[in-house]
């Protein structure tokens, strides 16, 4: 006689499971304080692309704000508290986002989520953020998104959105290229046509001559590369990812076709695109000088250059990569971090010594941060948007050449002003004052 | 009570499949009710996500296992579910049940058109086919006049109905979608286990056996392929249905290749053909990778390592799996299970006998 035992070997399977959760979930709603948050430490939570497409140079950011956060904790930390970065793996790809955010939030129970990477990964767990309240901070993407503070009133921006740096951009290119015939190369999303809103607010639209979009994923540009290079474009505007920058570059050179190139600060940073062009030279059997071709590029920076060690931040920074994170370049995605890193604090400091959720909110509506920024942020009651512009920078020798003073804008029909503040100093031990 | 009387409830219990599974699907619901009241809200995300994980790979595996048709792109499927429950919820009120629905009528619709080509293709044919439709559907959502409606590369956000009042206000929503999806798996499970039983399932059996001699013993070949292809995408599209709920989300970078050779991976990992099995496989695939990630955090490497390790386990575990069970998990438990009544119940039985 053979009765089948599996399936009665799945229910006490089951049944032991739902034994051992119940034992384990008894013992956690003890205390009724802030998650995240007891008398010496402080957890916050971050997704970002460790591995996949998307992973080179974002992949820094992690390493990168966990080493600004070793260094403080390393000086005695925030009112007394230690700041511990969980950042996990989503490879960019948005199911993992949730499941990951979720982790941080219902399983980890941190305080805050801090610098997630990326617009289709970030837009599908801003409601679950908002709704659970949890602070969501620093969004690491220039979306127009994060800026809806009746709508999501725990998500806030950081680096100047794209439709303001398109507006710099559109507005330079106005100025300094005056008649010129003008190309864009953009990404097709939110990214890329953000970028273009910007941009159509200042050139003028007869001297568009093309549009050329490409799909992030597919190496492949000849085809918008070769239409922009008929269209007899004086001028291209890259709204790209550093990859395309450089793949960009590298398929013009092949059509013997060598426009100004402006581009986005997202896909400008000299050190990442330099390096991208000579991996892809060698992958196709060639070997070009990264720095060289990069030459004569102009894109809006916000953050001072890497190389300025004058610059206080610049010093601060550098110091910490130094000791914390010598393997890693130090390139603009380790200034980005840390500098986003720096903010957190900051904003941490003026919740004031029993940090809540709502109090970290609160400090950042108050407005007044300060930071490594050249431009002031838009933080206030009615805006969660981060910074406000950026200044004009030229590419010689492989960095980053500031003109003229820093501008800032809105995302919307507002001017582009210059801001004329000198950029307040870093704190002589890093640590931001409340 | 005698020996004797006791064996025709037995008798009964083995004969009547349509009973059995009942009863079998009751207790399923019972101890779906227990699991989920216990466990703390991310677990029952992750219960959620390995039964709408371990639908697809049910559906995946009477396929493979059953009829011997091999698919490399059931993700695909599992895309077109979740997008048509997206746009189902976005753009009609319509309840939950018809929404979901929807996505097996779709997913079950196009499954058939692909299982057309599928009854011409054989072997490597057939995978690179289904191979290329994972690629290349997710990439429609790109596709310049769908972008309005598909949300391009950003995909679309998909907002469900919270937990009904009547719960109570505090009712966790990931408890409700735990219910919803487990109430899904048990029906899934309920469905097929009568289809693999039932003369359909017979012929898939012959199918893969032997196409010639099944064809001349009266099985229609192809129709019984297109129908089996049809039956198991109608299950991803639902399962696709469920994993926008969840995840609350319809992107394209959720459903990337990964995801159809890991719906693949949980089929062979728990067995071939067995639904069981592909419980035990979902399970696997769900909640190794969530380990393995918080153990190389927990270790403190360096980068480069540490993103790594998740995969490097998830090949140990693969590894020692196939080597232990090859015939999957199941068949792992398969053999236990004999081993423990040849050890406990025979010697029990003839006790019972020599005693009578």
């Known amino acids: 006689m053979t009765v089948r035992r599996p399936v009665s070997v799945a229910v006490a399977l089951a049944a032991v499971v739902a034994l051992t959760a119940t034992a384990c979930a008894s013992g956690d709603d003890a205390a009724e304080s802030t998650p995240g948050i007891t008398a010496d430490t402080v957890t916050i939570g971050s997704t970002i692309p460790l591995t996949g497409t998307a992973a080179p140079g974002y992949s820094e950011q992690g390493p990168a704000a966990k080493a600004f956060f070793d260094y403080i904790n390393a000086n005695g930390g925030i009112n007394g508290r230690k700041i511990t970065l969980k950042y996990l793996d989503?490879?960019?790809?948005?199911?993992?986002?949730?499941?990951?955010?979720?982790?941080?939030?219902?399983?980890?129970?941190?305080?805050?989520?801090?610098?997630?990477?990326?617009?289709?990964?970030?837009?599908?767990?801003?409601?679950?953020?908002?709704?659970?309240?949890?602070?969501?901070?620093?969004?690491?993407?220039?979306?127009?998104?994060?800026?809806?503070?009746?709508?999501?009133?725990?998500?806030?921006?950081?680096?100047?959105?794209?439709?303001?740096?398109?507006?710099?951009?559109?507005?330079?290119?106005?100025?300094?290229?005056?008649?010129?015939?003008?190309?864009?190369?953009?990404?097709?999303?939110?990214?890329?046509?953000?970028?273009?809103?910007?941009?159509?607010?200042?050139?003028?639209?007869?001297?568009?001559?093309?549009?050329?979009?490409?799909?992030?994923?597919?190496?492949?540009?000849?085809?918008?590369?070769?239409?922009?290079?008929?269209?007899?474009?004086?001028?291209?505007?890259?709204?790209?990812?550093?990859?395309?920058?450089?793949?960009?570059?590298?398929?013009?050179?092949?059509?013997?076709?060598?426009?100004?190139?402006?581009?986005?600060?997202?896909?400008?940073?000299?050190?990442?695109?330099?390096?991208?062009?000579?991996?892809?030279?060698?992958?196709?059997?060639?070997?070009?000088?990264?720095?060289?071709?990069?030459?004569?590029?102009?894109?809006?920076?916000?953050?001072?250059?890497?190389?300025?060690?004058?610059?206080?931040?610049?010093?601060?920074?550098?110091?910490?990569?130094?000791?914390?994170?010598?393997?890693?370049?130090?390139?603009?995605?380790?200034?980005?971090?840390?500098?986003?890193?720096?903010?957190?604090?900051?904003?941490?400091?003026?919740?004031?010594?029993?940090?809540?959720?709502?109090?970290?909110?609160?400090?950042?509506?108050?407005?007044?941060?300060?930071?490594?920024?050249?431009?002031?942020?838009?933080?206030?009651?009615?805006?969660?948007?981060g910074y406000t512009g950026g200044q004009i920078a030229t590419i010689k020798d492989g960095k980053q050449v500031a003109s003229g003073t820093p501008l800032t804008t809105d995302d919307g029909d507002g001017p582009v002003t210059p801001y004329t503040q000198p950029q307040p100093p870093a704190p002589a031990n890093g640590i931001p004052a409340a | 009570m005698t020996a004797l009387a006791a064996a025709a409830p037995v008798r009964f219990w083995q004969r009547s499949t349509l009973v059995r599974h009942l009863t079998l699907s009751v207790l399923g619901l019972i101890v779906l009710y227990f699991v989920t009241t216990s466990l703390d809200s991310f677990a029952n995300l992750q219960f959620a996500q390995i039964c709408y994980t371990a639908i697809a790979t049910a559906g995946l595996t009477v396929l493979s296992g059953l009829s011997g048709q091999i698919s490399l792109g059931h993700g695909a499927f599992v895309a077109v579910g979740a997008y048509t429950t997206a746009l189902l919820l976005e753009h009609l009120d319509w309840p939950l049940v018809l929404v979901l629905l929807g996505s097996v009528v779709v997913g079950g619709a196009l499954g058939s058109l692909v299982g057309v080509a599928a009854a011409r293709l054989r072997g490597p044919y057939l995978a690179g086919a289904t191979l290329a439709l994972a690629v290349g559907l997710p990439s429609l959502a790109d596709y310049h006049g769908l972008r309005d409606l598909l949300g391009g590369a950003n995909g679309l956000i998909v907002t469900s109905d919270p937990p009904p009042l009547s719960l109570g206000e505090t009712f966790p929503l990931e408890r409700w979608q735990a219910w919803i999806c487990g109430l899904c798996l048990v029906v899934t499970l309920f469905l097929l286990a009568n289809l693999t039983r039932s003369r359909i399932g017979r012929d898939m059996r012959l199918v893969r056996e032997d196409e010639q001699a099944a064809a001349l013993s009266g099985v229609h070949v192809a129709r019984t392929q297109i129908v089996t292809f049809g039956i198991s995408a109608a299950f991803a599209g639902l399962a696709g249905g469920l994993f926008a709920i969840v995840n609350s989300l319809a992107a394209p970078g959720a459903f990337t290749l990964s995801l159809s050779l890991s719906l693949l991976t949980a089929a062979v990992l728990g067995g071939l053909g067995s639904l069981a099995g592909a419980v035990y496989g979902a399970v696997i695939v769900t909640l190794l990778p969530n380990w393995t990630a918080d153990l190389a955090q927990q270790a403190d490497l360096p980068r480069a390592i540490y993103a790594n390790i998740p995969l490097v386990l998830y090949g140990l575990v693969l590894i020692v799996v196939i080597i232990a069970f090859p015939g999957g998990i199941q068949s792992g438990v398969r053999k236990l299970g004999a081993l423990l009544q040849a050890r406990f119940v025979r010697p029990l039985q003839t006790r019972q006998e020599t005693r009578r």
């Open chain 1, 90 to 385: 989503d490879a960019y790809n948005p199911a993992q986002t949730v499941t990951l955010t979720k982790q941080l939030v219902l399983q980890d129970k941190v305080f805050a989520i801090v610098g997630s990477l990326g617009t289709p990964t970030h837009t599908k767990v801003v409601d679950f953020l908002n709704s659970s309240r949890v602070p969501d901070l620093f969004v690491a993407s220039g979306c127009t998104c994060w800026d809806q503070p009746q709508k999501n009133p725990y998500t806030f921006g950081w680096q100047p959105d794209y439709t303001v740096e398109g507006k710099i951009l559109g507005d330079y290119v106005k100025k300094n290229l005056a008649g010129k015939k003008v190309a864009y190369f953009y990404q097709d999303d939110d990214f890329g046509r953000d970028g273009m809103k910007g941009l159509d607010k200042y050139i003028d639209q007869s001297l568009v001559v093309s549009r050329q979009p490409y799909q992030p994923g597919n190496t492949d540009v000849a085809a918008q590369v070769s239409a922009i290079a008929a269209s007899k474009a004086d001028v291209v505007v890259l709204e790209a990812i550093p990859a395309y920058t450089a793949l960009f570059k590298l398929t013009s050179l092949k059509l013997g076709y060598s426009p100004t190139l402006v581009a986005s600060s997202v896909g400008a940073d000299p050190i990442t695109v330099s390096g991208l062009l000579e991996n892809f030279a060698k992958q196709a059997g060639s070997s070009v000088k990264g720095q060289d071709l990069i030459e004569g590029l102009v894109t809006s920076a916000y953050l001072p250059p890497l190389d300025d060690t004058s610059n206080s931040w610049t010093a601060l920074f550098k110091k910490i990569h130094d000791q914390y994170i010598p393997n890693v370049p130090f390139d603009g995605n380790v200034y980005y971090a840390m500098a986003y890193a720096y903010t957190f604090t900051q904003a941490l400091a003026r919740a004031g010594q029993n940090p809540t959720r709502q109090g970290v909110v609160d400090a950042l509506k108050k407005g007044g941060l300060t930071g490594p920024g050249l431009v002031p942020f838009r933080y206030g009651a009615d805006s969660h948007a």
